[in-house]
């Protein structure tokens, strides 16, 4: 026995010396990050594209699955746009075809103004090579979540409709998810919309605004939600020599994207989509409170605002639901600094 632990002791003396002397040790390995399991929900406009390329370039995300949704463009066009990155980025992620329209209402034509007619700024999109999953977007939703029970991120940066009817069909996916982080609304701590020209909606965020009735069941289904609204995405712009300065291939198609609606007609972008995907990974990066958050529903012109509770609010409209997170300061430079070298350590 004596023996046998002393033999014991020495072999794991030695392995610890040879750790130490080679610099592998488990006290002293840099431990791989384990990846954050995404799905990745989109509208695929010009922003969305970056974030698909940040997430694509990370070595501490697996990206399980794509899905599309109509909003920055139509869904032929949405969809179109996710099979072209699948290819441009290599993805082994199934790319799938979501919602052509919001769950009530009509579908206000895309805003081609910010993302061009093709929704990736005009640029000449080849004809992907991908081929398209079978599935549905809210049955790949199901499959992936189910498959990897409590461990996956969903990013939902369009309208929130193929999350909408993932829940219909499935109502045990909040119980599910691990969290999920959205990439929208306005609460006026940054932002006042009624200021902006560029938004399609008078005061509402547009993936919010674009469907405020699935909007409203996505933040209030019962799992852990962050939005990341618009009070913080605009105050996180690249402008002309941010983009000018992003390396290799990802930088020329980032810039070829942006070069008609956003350098040439604005000068600058605001990040929205990337923001979602800087929370998730970097949430230090950001101040939040968390609340009661409910969508104003219908047509009106106020539909799609999002409204926090007042602290110790009885009103039922806000009584029978769970609090959310949502973010509401940024430290841009640290986000704007991520995404770049994001890009330069993956060296493409
Ligand atoms: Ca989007």
């Known amino acids: 026995m004596a023996l046998t632990v002393s033999l014991s002791i020495r072999r794991r003396l030695l392995g610890l010396v040879l750790n130490l002397a080679l610099g592998t040790g488990p006290a002293f390995a840099q431990e791989p ?28 995300v697996a990206l399980l699955g794509v899905t599309t949704v109509f909003g920055n463009a139509q869904i032929a066009d949405t969809t179109r746009n996710a099979l072209f990155l699948k290819d441009y980025l290599g993805l082994s992620a199934p790319v799938a075809r979501g919602a052509a329209k919001p769950l009530i209402g009509p579908t206000p034509p895309p805003p081609a103004w910010i993302h061009g007619a093709n929704g990736l700024g005009n640029y000449p999109v080849p004809v992907p090579r991908a081929a398209l999953d079978p599935r549905s977007a ?14 996956v991120t969903i990013l939902a940066v369009g309208r929130l409709t193929n999350l909408a009817t993932a829940l219909a069909l499935a109502p045990d996916l909040p119980h599910l998810v691990k969290r999920v982080v959205i990439m929208g609304g306005a609460f006026g701590y940054n932002y006042q919309g009624q200021r902006s020209g560029s938004n399609p909606f008078s005061v509402a965020e547009a993936n919010i605004g674009g469907d405020p009735e699935a909007a409203d069941e996505v933040i209030n289904a019962g799992w852990p939600v962050t939005l990341v609204p ?14 000018a300065a992003l390396p290799g291939k990802d930088g020329a198609l980032i810039r070829a994207i942006t070069r008609q609606t956003y350098v040439n007609a604005q000068g600058s972008m605001p990040v929205h ?20 958050v409910r969508v104003e529903p219908g047509t009106g012109p106020a539909a799609g605002i999002t409204v926090m509770a007042p602290p110790g609010s009885r009103d039922p409209g806000f009584a029978r639901h769970g609090t959310v997170h949502v973010a509401t300061g940024v430290d841009a430079p640290a986000v704007l600094a991520f995404y770049a070298q994001s890009l330069r350590d993956a060296g493409r």
């Open 33 to 60: 990050p384990i990846p954050e399991k995404v799905i990745y929900d989109a509208d695929f406009g010009i922003d969305d594209a970056m974030a698909l390329i940040l997430l694509a370039r990370r070595p501490d």
């Open 273 to 292: 989509d990337s923001s979602a995907v800087f929370y998730a990974l970097r949430p230090s990066a950001y101040t939040t409170v968390e609340g009661v």
């Open 138 to 151: 809210p049955q790949l939703i199901i499959d992936l979540v189910r498959a990897h029970p409590g461990e």
């Open 230 to 243: 618009l009070d913080v995405t605009i105050r996180t712009v690249m402008d002309r020599a941010y983009l």
